[in-house]
């Protein structure tokens, strides 16, 4: 949170998954924290709540293809993935990577 606040580069898209079974949440993690920080600084943040999960390897078994994907999409410019939704216009020109296509 404290980095976001003081984040003065250029736009950001951020993807975070949250257990809400996890114990470290409230205290430490603070997830409302985190997005009241992005929204202070205008930066796109995909929080997704998951119901049930804790910090567990289970958890990021669960959702780290999506990471993987995000990441790549960041690295390469090329859109293999993408949120439901995006909380403000996409920068991506709508290319796919064939290799993600058929998935």
Do not use: N
């Amino acid at each position: 949170v404290e980095l976001i606040k003081s984040y003065e580069g250029p736009p950001l898209r951020l993807l975070v998954d949250q257990g809400t079974g996890d114990d470290f949440m409230q205290e430490q993690l603070k997830p409302k924290a985190l997005q009241d920080a992005c929204d202070s600084k205008g930066l796109a943040l995909t929080l997704r709540m998951q119901e049930g999960y804790d910090h567990s390897y289970y958890f990021i078994s669960t959702f780290i293809e999506d990471h993987l994907r995000y990441h790549a999409s960041q690295l390469s410019g090329v859109l293999t993935w993408c949120p439901d939704s995006l909380p403000a216009p996409s920068v991506y020109s709508g290319a796919v990577d064939e290799q993600f296509a058929s998935t």
